[in-house]
């Protein structure tokens, strides 16, 4: 070769290498207006066969598992094998993903390791150039031809290379750009979630029926109660934020420490009864299960409470009639047995009595005669209770009932030295037992006297309420405590000191037998006995 072709030669050659150039920064540039992987991707391989001239590629990327190479853009045949997976260690592509270099294949059909896959068929030749991210290959740019084998020059090669490398940082820029926006997503969706969980337990929290409230460990305000607790104490939204339960005075048997609670309620939480006060001062019994829950980072104990005071009364009521049933079962079963040999006991202290040989005596007979008389009562109220005792129910007028024992009740009055009033309003006639109508009366009275100290005043009442006859006895003594009002009608439970505690029993076993209903109201300033009959029941 003479002079002049040589510098030909290296002018041509000059030339092609400022076209590469050329088309790599043109290419470069177009790659950085891409932002999305999938235009990348098409740049990338368009502008590669540009250069080689080749007529089919391909771009594969390796899968996040590292075991499978995944052709994620063809053009020419390999544009309908888009979601090919190759394994990384299998052909041509293992070779590159293991030397980290790129493969030449000048015949594809004279090579060895070859894939014996239908589809690799038509390629004679081909390239694979390594896509590499820090030194590790993150996909393949694969560029073949057909029907003919094709050398590609040196330069070639390396321009297809560079080029690579201004393509593998576009690759892993839309990947990270990718990721970057699919965990964006992720977490736009799991706030969506979270929003849509808080507004569903919101509405959970203000919809229960049960008594909820959300207040923090360090200081136990309230920082959040449901509808059903407001209507509850009778407070509003505003009176009770920000202020703890002893500020409200809301809760009477405190007996658990709060930072004992605390503990207690965010390890797993508790159960218990506890005894409350609402805003107008009504005493109630709940039911409290607490669970220990985090807010804004913060130790909080959620708090759910229902209403057992019905539940609670009804029990004391169920174990108030399983002794009276209990004693009525005794009376009926011992109290004839007893009663014949006291009155035989009785009738000869008399005839004893009346000898002139036993003039010292005297006193001692009449103290036996009392007692026995005592003990004659006794059974008699043991008598009432009797469950099977037989009622002569008949129409009568409860205002006629009431007259008629008056005078002995103002009679027994003066001997306390007290006073009874009765004021009768118009009422129907009912279905009575005259007797244990008497003796309900007379027993709420004498429990009335006794209650008093001198000059008090017992109000006998009659009148309709609702759909039912009410007859009241009301005394203006220093009404009942808790204890003890918690306990009346349980049988042999009295504050007196010669007392049986089977007076009220008595009366609430005869209340049972009218279908009627005692009801107590009592205070500092007197207690109130009503017995309601209901006039639907009445003939």
């Not at 790129?102 to 015949?107: G, L």
Request: proline fraction near 3%; include cysteine.
């Amino acid at each position: 070769m003479n002079l002049l072709e040589q510098l030909q030669a290296f002018k041509d050659g000059r030339n092609r290498r400022g076209q590469y150039l050329k088309a790599i920064h043109e290419s470069s540039l177009k790659l950085l207006d891409c932002l999305g992987l999938a235009d990348i991707l098409e740049t990338l391989l368009h502008d590669a066969c540009a250069i080689s001239q080749a007529p089919d590629g391909f771009i594969s990327l390796l899968e996040p598992d590292h075991e499978y190479f995944c052709m994620r853009f063809g053009r020419g045949v390999h544009s309908d094998h888009v979601g090919f997976r190759q394994q990384v260690s299998e052909g041509s592509m293992g070779n590159v993903y293991r030397s980290r270099q790129t493969h030449i294949i000048d015949d594809y059909r004279d090579w060895g390791a070859r894939l014996r896959d239908p589809r690799l068929d038509l390629f004679t030749s081909g390239v694979l150039v390594p896509l590499k991210l820090e030194g590790q290959v993150v996909g393949i740019l694969g560029l073949s031809w057909r029907n003919i084998p094709k050398y590609l020059a040196e330069q070639t090669i390396t321009t297809i290379e560079q080029y690579a490398v201004m393509g593998s940082i576009a690759i892993g820029n839309a990947l990270l750009y990718e990721d970057a926006k699919r965990e964006l997503e992720q977490r736009e969706v799991a706030e969506l979630k979270a929003q849509s969980l808080i507004e569903q337990l919101s509405s959970v929290f203000n919809a229960s029926p049960a008594l909820m409230s959300v207040r923090p460990v360090k200081d136990w305000r309230y920082n959040a109660v449901n509808d059903a607790w407001l209507s509850f104490f009778g407070y509003q939204l505003e009176e009770v934020i920000g202020r703890t339960a002893e500020e409200l005075d809301i809760v009477v048997n405190l007996t658990i420490p709060p930072e004992v609670r605390g503990r207690l309620a965010i390890k797993g939480g508790f159960v218990r009864e506890v005894l409350v006060r609402t805003k107008q001062g009504v005493l109630r019994t709940l039911l409290e299960t607490t669970a220990g829950m985090h807010v804004d980072g913060e130790d909080c104990v959620l708090t759910a409470c229902i209403d057992v005071t019905k539940l609670k009364q009804l029990e004391q009521e169920i174990a108030r009639l399983d002794r009276l049933n209990l004693i009525g079962e005794m009376a009926a079963s011992i109290g004839h047995e007893v009663r014949n040999p006291l009155t035989t006991v009785r009738g000869y202290l008399q005839m004893l009595q009346r000898k002139n040989e036993f003039p010292s005596l005297a006193n001692h007979f009449e103290l036996m005669i009392s007692e026995l008389d005592r003990a004659n009562l006794i059974l008699t109220e043991f008598l009432s209770l009797a469950k099977n005792k037989g009622t002569q129910l008949k129409n009568c007028n409860l205002n006629r009932i009431v007259g008629e024992i008056m005078p002995l009740i103002e009679a027994r009055a003066a001997l306390f030295g007290h006073e009874a009033k009765f004021v009768g309003r118009p009422i129907p006639d009912l279905s009575l037992d005259e007797k244990e109508i008497r003796q309900v009366l007379l027993n709420m009275v004498n429990n009335a006297f006794e209650a008093m100290t001198t000059n008090g005043c017992v109000s006998i009442e009659t009148y309709i309420e609702s759909d039912s006859v009410v007859l009241a006895v009301q005394d203006n003594g220093n009404g009942i405590s808790p204890e003890v009002l918690d306990k009346l009608g349980i049988p042999f439970v009295t504050t007196k000191a010669n007392g049986s505690g089977l007076g009220l029993p008595v009366c609430y076993r005869i209340a049972e037998r009218h279908k009627a209903r005692i009801e107590v109201d009592t205070s500092s300033a007197g207690t109130t006995f009503s017995i309601w009959f209901h006039i639907s029941w009445t003939d």
